[in-house]
């Protein structure tokens, strides 16, 4: 048996997690689908012989939960019928999954016979069929409607292609050319990482690999450990809300969680969160996992990998049957919402434990747009869009304008090649003024994008929140403003609800405005330079800079009046008669019906 | 025959370093402190004073080149321009929104970098042309001139000017061009379509900001330069190094500073590249190691790999370049660089999981690792390797620093080896294993990152530090020979004495291979050829001096990503295209292990060319002769290899000793670095003056 020493730790860790980082990169180099590329919506990972996760590579934070699902799924299902050359697929929420546009391709590592670890890898899909394009649409009602279920199979078998499931795929989904390059993109991936494995192996031979797959994992949770011990011991709860699921329209949904520290171990619980709905937004128990794990590390320090080891310090508990924990039939397609905000929730109650160190509520996380037909050639087309972009404000510091959200680190896609690819034209993506929560540090600023639709039909599906229930303020700052759809703003000026799914025309103008972000800290207490830049720069009317903040701006000579700055403030001061400021502020949920007066 | 020497001049925090190589193989350093505000003083005051030395003077210099980190330093220190935007109605935000990630998960505190262009000088005109260069709405002129208007109004240094799909159709962005021009003819002006007539509008926005918030401060400063140089007799011509790797002329750098702007690495690499030709290498990876960070790239085929595009001051990503998002966009081919916080000065630490740790952090120059004596109270990667007999304690920077080796034992002592149990020399060696172990992530990133495998070739290792490690390293990715440069520890500058003048051309042009018309690529090529000539002509290279070389960034259709392959001379006709497909998926399946079949279609995504100015012969000479001589400090010392090895009593040798080849341990201690060979290893000098140590 090795013994363990401290410096051929920090070797394997670096081999093994490098490996694990160039299984990322290929995914990200070979990608068709600008899903995975620009949105990194994918990750990479080795597990240890007994499906252990042992290193996750860098890629998204909402997956940190996903690979010790998929593995407990494999092994259940396939351990003692594994050997060289096998390759599993699957994607089912109810048996390991998560979604069905995440494919998960996972290839069992073997030495002389003897199997040593798993390459495993997940990528969101453009499309797995089912009845809407993009297969992501938050108004199913049942899993079945949402596309292809893969249960846990063996794509290869010994090496040898079952054709069998690739003609099943390429029949159910609309872009099979597509989905097969990322799915040779995810074969590449566990390629790269199986030949490297070998290396390491050689290195170290059979036995020390074991070893060290474990020690990695026991490090981690040892570094978790002692972090946790820092923070304070203590119990703390916080509640958010869902405006709807798009299909219950109006009917709220409650979040609710209650973070438990003792020592350096800490309990994540969700009981009192909604039981699952019938709009696709139900998350899998691994999803609400990463989303506890994403909350937790962001107050841990860096530099901790990540694996089981983390895990085991952090407990997550859902009820099965809520909408953190759904059972069959739930549908989930659309559950990165759910998730978004979990995260978001998580950072409530964390501020409440932390208040000199978390922030408040950002835009709500991404909202997802798509929007697929077929045009005259009846050739399909299906453009899929996540963007967000507005941080809640810091306790140190503003929210950041235009930077995604902690939970899923994405990318925007071009604006040029959207237009280059696909029937869409974007007509402006830009900032909205007046939106961002106020407060000594402001909400980050949210910005709209306008779509407009080239071919004569398509089916626009949108998936988009925090219009009822808006970002919250933290410790005095005030709740950001709504999030707003609207089917051409130009003519018409329709308000549309946060989730819809309808036809659109040639021509037709769809506009997305995020929500803006909460406020940290009393306005009143805001740096006047600070205001008059936002006022300079066109983020703040000289009126809000009045009504919130108190500051008076000369704008011919971009200067502020201090004297008239004082005398608004202290009114301000007086007639709100606060004893402390508020630790949470939310605005009163404003219905659809009302809003469009 | 009059001896006539070339001059390569490398500017860095502290110090400028001047290196003269004569037509005879002579050579000439010179080190003096940077003149910090006004750099070019330095530059023309050092070869005053080589003048005076040597008896030379400025008739003798046939040409001077310039790596220099003026453009850079604007950047990280934001002490550019007042640049004025002008884009298009409904984009304002751009430039600042970027591409919206962000470089480092879980942090609550990340700060995206201030935008070069605030909101309010970032102005808006309505106007908008689709992506097949389709006028949607035309740009009326009182409405460009009102946005002209109002930026001169708040008084910019400069003016960019980048519209949405403007290269499809660039017209309403010469509109606007030429009434800047007409306005204000001397203010600075950057427009997208001139600078990168490529698709994806945050990167143009961001390179054209980045050009224009630039030209001013490089203008004035390579106008004082030749200012300088003409007041002090050298006519000379000047050429500024450029982040790809080839030099250009003060007048083109002036117009084009974004291609400047990673100036200051590119001299090693390029060096190296011009020493591995004349050895006939094929394959090497370059490893630049100093006192904070580690660098690698890769040259295969004679050639240096590039990035098109890169983040300036985008800090250093530990292990992984997946986490963009830091720094300034820059879509500018140059040279594709690894770079990792390991150096010298890298505090070696114990984290709270156990492990042995070196770096990111640095103990820096002050206080320095603990045996400099200067304060420094946490172990570096520096006391590692005086612990180990890796360097010489009585002989740093030729015995001008003296060491406190005692102290470094002491403090790794009580702070690592205690703690973690273990003698110090296992400590120490620990240390520098782990080191290297980081340092193995730049140089894996470079290679196998891109399908290559490392053991195919050389590791040429220069910088301070990059001698002391390489032979380690190359051992452990499988490498079978290690190549140490003459000077290396001033190897950045000698480096531009061997590099070449090169324009880089590209353009935006979206076609599937098998449906375009062929004979409109075949003219926007020939017309990028005639640009490219035009200018080599400009600067003197006619003829068989001036070389073209075409290369197309191709992908599947539907792909994202780009690889680019080389174009041979000869018309774009149907036997080219099956020539580029064959090309494209041998490449892809070089890079990443599969290729589609034959039916998938390919896609044209940019065609690219490059201009190079060649000189008559390698520039390599035969004989190179330093006019330092070495003087060894003592005969051996002990060193640690490793518990296989233990304490070994270790030759030191000078340079000249390895005439014949030596078998290590060895150390080779030097002025400017220390080479250590590794015990089996084999050293011996070359014809050229290089340490070459086989494995």
Same mark, same amino acid.
């Given at each position: 048996m090795p013994v363990s020493d401290p410096i051929a730790l920090e070797l394997f860790k670096n081999a093994i997690f490098s490996i694990a980082d160039e299984m990322a990169l290929t995914v990200f180099r070979t990608t068709y689908s600008g899903v995975l590329k620009d949105n990194m919506d994918y990750s990479t990972g080795f597990a240890d012989a007994n499906g252990k996760l042992a290193a996750q590579g860098l890629t998204l934070p909402g997956h940190l939960g996903s690979v010790p699902t998929a593995m407990e799924s494999i092994m259940r299902h396939f351990d003692g019928d594994m050997a060289e050359g096998d390759v599993f697929i699957m994607n089912d929420p109810f048996d390991g999954g998560m979604h069905l546009p995440d494919i998960f391709v996972i290839k069992p590592l073997f030495h002389e016979g003897e199997r040593l670890a798993f390459a495993c890898t997940v990528c969101h899909h453009i499309d797995v069929g089912g009845? +809407?394009?993009?297969?992501?649409?938050?108004?199913?009602?049942?899993?079945?409607?949402?596309?292809?279920?893969?249960?846990?199979?063996?794509?290869?078998?010994?090496?040898?292609?079952n054709k069998t499931i690739m003609t099943f795929i390429e029949k159910n989904v609309r872009l099979p050319v597509q989905l097969f390059g990322d799915l040779r993109a995810q074969l590449a991936a566990c390629h790269i990482g199986e030949k490297q494995f070998a290396e390491l +192996?050689?290195?170290?031979?059979?036995?020390?690999t074991k070893f060290y797959l474990n020690e990695v994992i026991d490090y981690a949770e040892r570094l978790t450990r002692a972090a946790i011990q820092e923070l304070p011991d203590g119990q703390w709860s916080f509640e958010d809300w869902i405006d709807d699921d798009g299909v219950d329209y109006g009917k709220p949904i409650r979040l609710f969680v209650t973070i438990t520290k003792k020592g350096g171990h800490m309990v994540v619980d969700w009981t009192g969160t909604n039981p699952q709905v019938k709009g696709a937004i139900n998350n899998t128990l691994s999803f609400t996992k990463a989303a506890s794990y994403t909350g937790i590390r962001s107050v841990l320090p860096p530099g901790i990998p990540n694996n089981e080891g983390v895990f085991r310090a952090i407990e997550v508990i859902c009820p099965p049957g809520t909408?953190?924990?759904? +059972?069959?039939?739930?549908?989930?397609?659309?559950?990165?919402?759910?998730?978004?905000?979990?995260?978001?929730?998580?950072?409530?109650?964390?501020a409440m434990m932390l208040p000199d160190r978390v922030k408040a509520a950002g835009d709500g996380g991404n909202t997802g747009i798509s929007i697929g037909g077929y045009d005259s050639a009846r050739k399909p087309f299906v453009y899929v869009d996540f963007t967000c972009g507005a941080w809640g404000a810091r306790p140190f510091a503003d929210g950041l304008d235009g930077n995604s959200h902690m939970f899923a680190n994405m990318a925007s896609h071009s604006i040029e090649v959207t237009e280059a690819e696909q029937p869409i034209q974007l007509l402006a993506y830009e900032f909205v003024a007046d939106k961002a929560g106020a407060g000594k540090y402001r909400g980050g600023v949210p910005f709209l994008r306008d779509y407009k639709f080239l071919e004569t039909e398509g089916m626009l599906q949108v998936r988009s929140d925090r219009r009822d229930h808006r970002p919250f303020g933290l410790y005095g700052g005030s709740p950001g403003g709504p999030s707003e759809n609207y089917l051409n703003p130009d003519g018409e000026n329709r308000l549309l609800p946060s989730k819809l799914t309808m036809t659109v025309k040639g021509g037709d103008i769809f506009r997305h405005v995020l929500a803006g972000a909460g406020g940290w800290g009393d306005p009143l207490e805001r740096d006047p330079a600070a205001v008059l830049r936002d +006022?300079?720069?066109?983020?703040?009317?000289?009126?809000?800079?009045?009504?919130?903040?108190?500051?008076?701006i000369n704008t011919s000579s971009w200067t502020v009046d201090i004297a008239a700055t004082e005398l608004r403030r202290a009114e301000i001061a007086k007639a709100r008669g606060w004893t402390e400021p508020p630790k949470v502020q939310w605005h009163d949920p404003v219905p659809l019906a009302r809003a469009a007066e | 025959m009059t001896v006539t020497y070339r001059v390569g001049v490398d500017i860095g925090g502290t110090f400028t370093d001047i290196v003269l190589l004569g037509s005879d193989g002579t050579i000439h350093t010179k080190k003096i402190s940077s003149s910090v505000g006004n750099y070019a003083q330095a530059i023309v005051d050092g070869l005053s004073e080589v003048f005076r030395e040597t008896g030379l003077d400025g008739g003798a210099i046939e040409e001077i080149r310039h790596g220099t980190t003026v453009a850079s330093n604007a950047i990280l220190e934001h002490k550019g321009a007042r640049v004025g935007l002008i884009t298009t109605k409904g984009f304002r935000d751009v430039l600042e929104i970027r591409t919206l990630r962000m470089p480092k998960?879980?942090?609550?505190?990340?700060?995206?970098?201030?935008?070069?262009? *605030?909101?309010?000088?970032?102005?808006?005109?309505?106007?908008?042309?689709?992506?097949?260069?389709?006028?949607?709405?035309?740009?009326?002129?009182?409405?460009? %001139?009102?946005?002209?208007?109002?930026?001169?109004?708040?008084?910019?240094? @400069?003016?960019?000017?980048?519209?949405?799909?403007?290269?499809?159709?660039p017209a309403h962005e010469l509109m606007l $061009?030429?009434?800047?021009? $007409?306005?204000?003819?001397?203010?600075?002006?950057?427009?997208?379509?001139?600078?990168?007539?490529?698709?994806? %509008?945050? %990167? $143009?926005?961001?390179?054209?900001?980045?050009?224009?918030?630039?030209?001013?401060?490089?203008?004035?400063?390579?106008?004082?330069?030749?200012?300088?140089?003409?007041?002090?007799?050298?006519?000379?011509?000047l050429l500024l190094m450029q982040s790809n790797g080839g030099l250009t002329t003060d007048t083109a750098a002036a117009e084009r500073p974004m291609n400047i702007i990673e100036s200051g690495p590119a001299g090693g690499v390029v060096g190296a590249q011009a020493l591995a030709r004349a050895k006939k290498l094929e394959k090497i990876i370059t490893f630049d190691m100093g006192g904070t960070t580690a660098k690698a790239s890769m040259v295969e085929d004679g050639e240096v790999a590039r990035a098109q595009e890169y983040a300036v001051g985008a800090g250093i990503m530990i292990g992984s370049r997946l986490l963009t998002g830091a720094g300034y966009t820059l879509k500018v081919p140059a040279i594709d660089l690894a770079e990792v916080g390991a150096g010298g000065g890298s505090h070696v630490w114990i984290d709270p999981g156990g492990a042995l740790q070196a770096g990111p952090e640095s103990a820096g120059a002050f206080p320095g690792p603990v045996c400099y004596d200067k304060g420094g109270e946490a172990p570096t990667i520096t006391d590692a390797n005086v612990l180990l007999g890796y360097i010489n304690p009585g002989h740093l920077v030729g015995g001008a620093v003296k060491l406190n080796a005692d102290k470094a034992r002491a403090v790794f002592e009580e702070k690592i080896a205690k703690p973690l149990g273990m003698t110090v020399e296992r400590a120490a060696y620990g240390a520098h294993l782990?080191?290297?172990?980081?340092?193995?992530?730049?140089?894996? @990133?470079?290679?196998? *990152?891109?399908?290559?495998?490392?053991?195919?070739?050389?590791?040429?290792?220069?910088?301070?530090?990059?001698?002391?490690?390489?032979?380690?390293?190359?051992?452990?990715?499988?490498?079978?020979?290690?190549?140490?440069?003459?000077?290396?520890?001033?190897?950045?500058?000698?480096?531009?004495?061997? @590099?070449?003048v090169e324009h880089h051309y590209a353009r935006t042009f979206r076609r599937l291979l098998r449906q375009a018309d062929l004979g409109e690529i075949d003219r926007a090529w020939t017309a990028m050829a005639g640009q490219a000539n035009g200018q080599l002509a400009e600067e003197g290279f006619t003829g068989t001096s001036a070389r073209l070389k075409r290369s197309a960034a191709l992908h599947y259709k539907g792909q994202s990503y780009e690889l680019t392959v080389p174009v041979p001379d000869g018309p774009i006709d149907a036997r080219m295209v099956t020539h580029l497909e064959e090309a494209f998926g041998q490449e892809h399946e070089r890079t990443y292990g599969h290729r589609a079949g034959p039916d998938?279609?390919? *896609?044209?995504?940019?065609?690219?060319?490059?201009?190079?100015?060649?000189?008559?012969?390698?520039?390599?000479?035969?004989?190179?002769?330093?006019s330092r001589v070495e003087a060894t400090g003592e005969a051996s010392r002990r060193a640690w290899f490793g518990d296989k090895h233990g304490w070994m009593e270790t030759p030191v040798v000078s340079r000249a000793d390895l005439a014949e080849a030596k078998t290590g341990p060895l150390i080779i201690d030097e002025y400017d670095t220390t080479c250590v060979v590794p015990p089996g290893a084999r050293a011996e000098r070359d014809s050229a003056g290089n340490i070459v140590i086989t494995l």
């Open positions: 009845r +809407v394009a993009g297969s992501n649409a938050s108004d199913s009602t049942e899993i079945y409607a949402e596309g292809l279920r893969i249960a846990p199979m063996k794509l290869y078998d010994k090496g040898v292609l +192996v050689a290195r170290h031979g059979p036995e020390e909408v953190g924990n759904g +059972v069959l039939p739930a549908a989930c397609a659309a559950r990165g919402l759910t998730g978004f905000r979990m995260t978001d929730c998580m950072f409530g109650a964390l +006022v300079r720069n066109e983020l703040l009317s000289p009126a809000k800079a009045l009504a919130d903040y108190g500051v008076v | 998960l879980y942090d609550l505190a990340w700060t995206k970098p201030e935008p070069l262009v *605030e909101r309010y000088l970032r102005r808006v005109v309505d106007e908008r042309v689709d992506h097949a260069g389709h006028v949607d709405r035309a740009l009326d002129p009182a409405d460009a %001139e009102r946005a002209v208007d109002a930026l001169l109004a708040e008084k910019v240094e @400069a003016i960019a000017i980048c519209l949405l799909n403007s290269f499809a159709n $061009r030429d009434i800047v021009a $007409r306005k204000a003819p001397h203010l600075p002006l950057s427009v997208s379509c001139e600078v990168l007539p490529e698709i994806k %509008e945050y %990167e $143009r926005t961001s390179t054209t900001v980045i050009n224009a918030y630039v030209m001013p401060i490089v203008a004035t400063y390579l106008h004082a330069l030749r200012r300088g140089l003409d007041g002090a007799g050298i006519p000379a011509r782990i080191a290297a172990s980081n340092m193995i992530r730049a140089i894996k @990133a470079v290679s196998t *990152e891109r399908g290559r495998d490392p053991r195919e070739f050389s590791l040429f290792a220069f910088g301070g530090n990059g001698p002391l490690f390489a032979a380690g390293m190359a051992a452990a990715l499988g490498i079978a020979r290690v190549i140490v440069p003459p000077s290396a520890g001033l190897f950045s500058s000698f480096g531009l004495l061997y @590099a070449d998938e279609p390919v *896609e044209l995504v940019a065609i690219q060319l490059v201009g190079s100015g060649l000189r008559e012969g390698s520039g390599v000479p035969q004989n190179v002769r330093p």
